[in-house]
């Protein structure tokens, strides 16, 4: 199997042409080998397919599907987070695809309204808050994170992740662009300290008394829980009596010049069927998006919540939007 294992050779890499014959389908995927190889192999077994794949970050992998046109060996895009998502789809790179499988497998908020991509498993991006500092009941929506009672105690990850940018992106869908913008001004108001490179990071400054509470996507919480079990950190569900609790998608689409879209979409639709739904959500932590499959026990473990139903897609759409408002807000 062919993936980009060092900046060093990935130059000569994107050079090798990827032939597939008829019993193989080529993903590019920004998801981690270790999150789809299982899967992959599983394919193979059952069906005799054979999947050839390249991982790299999601913008890398865009520019090569732009770069290559008609040329392109890939069958198949997976990318994290519905913003990247909708640039691949407007961008032109992928194939507008009707199936009724798939639209019984993920719900209409979580796929592409034109059929081009679909999620494939479902992230929350919840509030973690120290244990020691802060009690449930302080804590009730993202919006109320900017006001002054949370001054000096709020950790955030750097605005520059599209996690960030998809959630605020959601803020002005739901509530226009000038509230969004004084909440995120609320937000850097209240901050303890420079915003981090990664979740893990802040939630470990939450975990020493940098700060009391912070912002994350779940499996994140849920990697550090496993490596510290005692950890003093613990999930809230905001917006119950609102929006919900902001949630995205990493999710697929076949590739517009697929060289076998038919297979191609035989896997997508595999993948999100209840046979691979646990184990493509479960090894990552994260949410199945076929609602007749139940999350792993860890997951399930942080209870239940209310989700806003807003489409993801409004997370691409208004990205350029959102980031805008960040930089004006002075949220780095």
């Known amino acids: 199997m062919l993936r980009f294992l060092k900046p060093a050779v990935a130059g000569w890499i994107l050079l090798l042409p990827l032939a597939a014959s008829s019993s193989e389908v080529v993903v590019y995927s920004a998801r981690n080998e ?19 794949y390249i991982t790299d ?18 069958d198949m895009l997976i990318t994290v987070d519905a913003g990247n998502l909708w640039h691949a789809a407007e961008g032109g790179v992928l194939a507008e695809v009707s199936s009724p499988i798939l639209e019984a497998n993920v719900p209409a908020n979580l796929r592409d309204p034109k059929g081009r991509w679909f999620g494939l498993s479902e992230r ?51 509530l226009g662009e000038q509230r969004a913008e004084q909440i995120v001004r609320g937000w850097v108001e209240n901050l303890a300290a420079a915003p981090f490179s990664n979740d893990t990071k802040a939630m470990q400054a939450v975990a020493a008394g940098q700060c009391d509470v912070t912002i994350v996507n779940t499996y994140y919480f849920g990697r550090l829980q496993k490596k510290e079990p005692d950890i003093n950190l613990a999930l809230f569900w905001p917006n119950q009596d609102s929006s919900g609790v902001h949630i995205n998608v990493s999710g697929a689409g076949v590739t517009r010049y697929a060289k076998h879209p038919e297979a191609a979409q035989a896997l997508l639709e595999w993948l999100t069927s209840e046979a691979a739904q646990a184990d493509f959500a479960g090894l990552n932590m994260e949410y199945p998006v076929n609602p007749k499959v139940m999350p792993d026990a860890t997951v399930s473990a942080w209870g239940q919540f209310n989700a806003d139903t807003l489409n993801v897609n409004e997370a691409g759409r208004l990205q350029s ?12």
């Open 34 to 52: 270790q999150l789809i190889k299982p899967l992959f192999d599983r394919y193979t077994e059952q069906t005799g397919v054979t999947v050839r």
């Open 57 to 74: 970050k999601a913008g890398p992998l865009l520019q090569r599907l732009e770069a290559e046109g008609r040329r392109t060996p890939a």
């Open 124 to 174: 929350a991006r919840t509030l973690v808050y120290s244990t020691d500092r802060v009690q449930p009941q302080d804590l009730s929506t993202y919006e109320d994170l900017a006001d002054p009672k949370w001054r000096g105690r709020l950790c955030l990850r750097t605005s520059k992740k599209v996690y960030n940018q998809s959630l605020v992106a959601t803020l002005i869908a739901r």
């Open 321 to 332: 939007a959102a980031i805008r408002l960040m930089d004006r807000a002075g949220y780095r």
